[in-house]
């Protein structure tokens, strides 16, 4: 299968002696690896920040003259040579990690999401799902885990946050852009775009396929914007869960069963489906039709399906699974029920959950049904989903459901800092600490590192965020000429001497941006403590439907713009995954504080910690796991439902109060804030190893792959 735009055409300009800067660019490899991400800015600083960090619209915006002298340049070619070397090599082995431990298997995994969050120039995600999905790929990619990907290309899914004056949250579309961003259009052997029919939808639905390449794994993602489509059609993968049932089956049968097709139209025969989440879990109806079609009967096919299939669940709320009614459902499979060989009941019944018979078409039921591998994504949330979903399984004793629990992780080098921090581990921990990185033991050495050093690292970062969050509050009143008080609700005030919190994610109900604001005289004391002052940065968007959650970014808003506060809480608008990495490298302190057991694992936490920023967390999802008496801090508990509010911000306040605030203020003659650091340095050691997507990966593949694929160890 070839793919479209060859690259020596689409950069007429680039001179040949760097012409692999194009292909680097394809690749959001660079992203991961420093030194291709220093070669961007390296060759033109100021085209690297005009294209919002984007290579491919960067190499569009530098002078020609620039280019010229870059191919001339001996210290860029040394540092590109290097570069390249390192990723052609990378790129052309198949072997790793993976590859060593079990050998290679004939077929890969083929991995199934809804949402991919791989960088911010390749815009199809709406959060901590996206953010997951995009790391676990990563990760495949550094193990060498054979794998591909399948997703959807949202064309104006990607929802950027404005904030007017009164606080309200605005949504600005941002469209997909097919010529800048790392796509390319896959191309059948005619060398014409590849188009795949979807069944099940009449007049029939055509999809085209995109290639983003992440390191080693390709990622196939199906695109509706076809002419041929109808105009209702065409729209189908225009918004990421779009609100309207209908379209919203139509996108998971899109998802799910077009890229089965997809896959198979690419000559590609997974050998087992895992499935992100229970929206693409259609692949596994479209699995069992294929051993239909070739004669198993039904029963059997979906008993075989099961034992290579894999699913895992992230939500133990009940609006975060889809269910279809009933008649919706039939409306696109009623015609077809003899081709899964099989009848009406036959069909609805696997996404029939017994607790709840008359629902509908639950999309996590049948996923269940249709998988020997199930996972949670912490132990706590293992056993919220082992009650939760305990009704399929009527003849199991609750401990016996089988859903198991692998905790989630991030990947270390896409949220680690690496202007300072990783060269600190490479000096102080180990040379080798990116290939040992899930190693406890070589953590330790993190002690190796001086004070001083860890709280220099530190100070920069936490500069580096307050000037970018200026440099926007600044932009914001140039631009759009908002208040003098919005300016300093959106940060411009902020100081780097002071105590900062940092408390940034969806804005929703349940993980309560509002507790610290529950007793706001209290809060006032602590902030403005001219001796000891505070202050907190927000960020987060609000889904688009979630009314609740846009009042409390208003309400955070609206105390951010009060000089009562004294400019000690600010508002960042537009959280994405710039915003997220500068965060949680750049506060003192990160704050959690769910209502349990709501939050599955959380991962916001797990790369503040990475980079010694410690939390201060409710203890719920990985919290529970990852919090050792030495590396943040827990509050909260026992407290009833009616009063919980009331007793965890209690528990909060005080907790500020008492332990931490005087532990960061406690500086010695020196200046640094050695028992703080401690705390960091506990954060480093625990949290890096145990919460890397490494080691999460490493549990996938001997808990789950590795029976799925049928490999063994070599
Ligand atoms: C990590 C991340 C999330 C998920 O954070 P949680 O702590 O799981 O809520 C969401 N959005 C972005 C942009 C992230 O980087």
């Known amino acids: 299968m070839a793919e479209s735009s060859d690259p020596a055409q689409q950069f007429p300009s680039l001179p040949k002696r760097i012409h692999g800067l194009a292909r680097l660019s394809y690749n959001v490899w660079w992203s991961w690896h420093r030194e291709a991400r220093e070669l961007f800015p390296a060759l033109d600083q100021q ?39 390192e990723f052609d090599a990378n790129i052309a082995s198949q072997t790793g990690w993976f590859t060593t431990e079990y050998g290679a298997p004939q077929d890969p995994l083929a991995y199934f999401s809804a949402e991919y969050a791989f960088h911010h120039s390749l815009p199809l995600y709406a959060g901590g799902l996206g953010v997951l999905a995009g790391d676990y790929i990563k990760e495949c990619s550094d193990l060498a885990i054979p794998m591909v990907a399948v997703g959807l290309i949202y064309s104006r899914g990607y929802l950027s946050q404005k904030i007017r004056d009164d606080g309200w949250q605005e949504d600005d579309e941002k469209t997909l852009d097919r010529t800048y961003d790392p796509v390319k259009l896959v191309l059948n052997g005619n060398n014409e775009p590849l188009r795949v029919q979807v069944p099940f939808f009449e007049p029939p639905v055509h999809v085209l396929v995109w290639r983003a390449d992440i390191g080693r794994v390709p990622v196939y993602l199906l695109d509706t914007e076809v002419e041929t ?7 189908i993968a225009h918004r990421l869960y779009t609100n309207d049932p209908e379209q919203r089956l139509r996108q998971e049968i899109v998802l799910g069963i077009g890229g089965m097709c997809v896959l198979k139209a690419l000559g590609i025969h997974p050998a087992a489906v895992h499935i992100n989440e229970g929206h693409p879990a259609f692949a596994f109806l479209e699995r069992a039709r294929g051993l239909v ?6 029963e059997a096919a979906v008993a075989k ?30 015609s077809h ?21 008359d629902a509908g078409f639950n999309m996590t039921v049948f996923a269940l049904r249709m998988s ?73 050495a993190v002690d190796n590192i001086p004070d001083e050093e860890l709280w220099g690292s530190h100070s920069l970062l936490k500069i580096l965020l307050i000037d970018e969050i200026n440099e926007r509050a600044r932009e914001e009143w140039q631009k759009k000429r908002v208040r003098a008080e919005s300016v300093i609700a959106f940060g411009a005030l902020l100081d780097p001497e002071i105590l900062t919190i940092g408390f940034a994610r969806r804005f929703t109900s349940y993980k309560r941006p509002d507790l610290i604001l529950h ?11 001219p001796l000891q002052p505070v202050q907190i940065i927000f960020a987060g968007k609000a889904h688009p439907s979630d009314i609740a959650g846009a009042q409390l970014i208003q309400r955070v808003f609206q105390l951010a713009r009060d000089p009562n506060f004294a400019a000690r809480i600010a508002f960042v608008e537009n959280y994405d995954q710039h915003l997220a990495a500068r965060m949680v490298r750049g506060v003192d302190m990160w704050l ?24 201060i967390s409710i203890l719920d999802g990985w919290w529970l796991e990852g919090y050792n008496g030495t590396n943040g801090w827990a509050f909260g508990g026992d407290a009833t439902e009616g009063d919980r509010t009331a007793a965890d911000a209690e528990a909060l306040y005080r907790l500020l109060e008492e332990k931490i605030i005087p532990l960061y203020y406690l500086r010695p003659d020196d200046e640094i804030p050695h028992e703080y650091v401690r705390v960091m340095k506990a954060a480093i050691k625990s949290v890096a190893p145990q919460f890397s997507s490494r080691r999460m990966l490493k549990e996938y593949v001997r808990q789950f792959y590795v029976k799925a694929l049928g490999v063994k160890k070599s």
């Open 47 to 85: 085209a690297w920040r005009e294209s919002d960090h984007n290579p491919l619209r960067m190499l569009a915006l530098v002078p020609q003259q620039t280019l010229d002298n870059a191919a001339r340049d001996p210290e860029f070619l040394e540092r590109f040579d290097a570069v390249m070397a």
């Open 229 to 235: 489509n109808q105009p209702w059609d065409r729209a």
């Open 293 to 298: 079609e070739s004669g198993t009967p039904f």
């Open 305 to 334: 399906i099961r034992e290579t299939s894999v699913f895992t669940t992230h939500t133990p709320l009940s609006a975060g699974t889809d269910v279809f009614p009933f008649p919706l459902f039939e409306k696109y499979f009623s």
């Open 337 to 357: 029920y003899d081709k899964f060989g099989t009848d009406r009941n036959g069909l609805l019944q696997l996404g029939t959950n017994p607790a709840n018979p």
């Open 372 to 444: 020997n591998f199930c996972n949670a994504v912490s132990k706590k949330h293992g056993e919220v989903a082992r009650e939760m979903w305990k009704g399929v399984w009527p003849e199991k004793k609750l401990e016996d459901v089988p859903i198991t629990a692998i905790t989630n992780g991030v990947h270390l080098l896409t949220w680690m800092d690496p202007q300072w921090l990783q060269p600190l581990f490479a000096k102080y921990v180990s040379p080798g600490w990116i290939r040992d990185q899930d190693q406890l033991k070589m953590w330790e």
């Open 519 to 529: 007793d706001l005289d209290r809060l006032k004391l602590i902030l403005t403590n």
């Open 592 to 615: 959690n504080n769910p209502l349990p057991p709501l939050e599955a694992s959380g991962t916001s936490g797990m790369k503040a910690g990475a980079n010694g920023v410690p939390s």
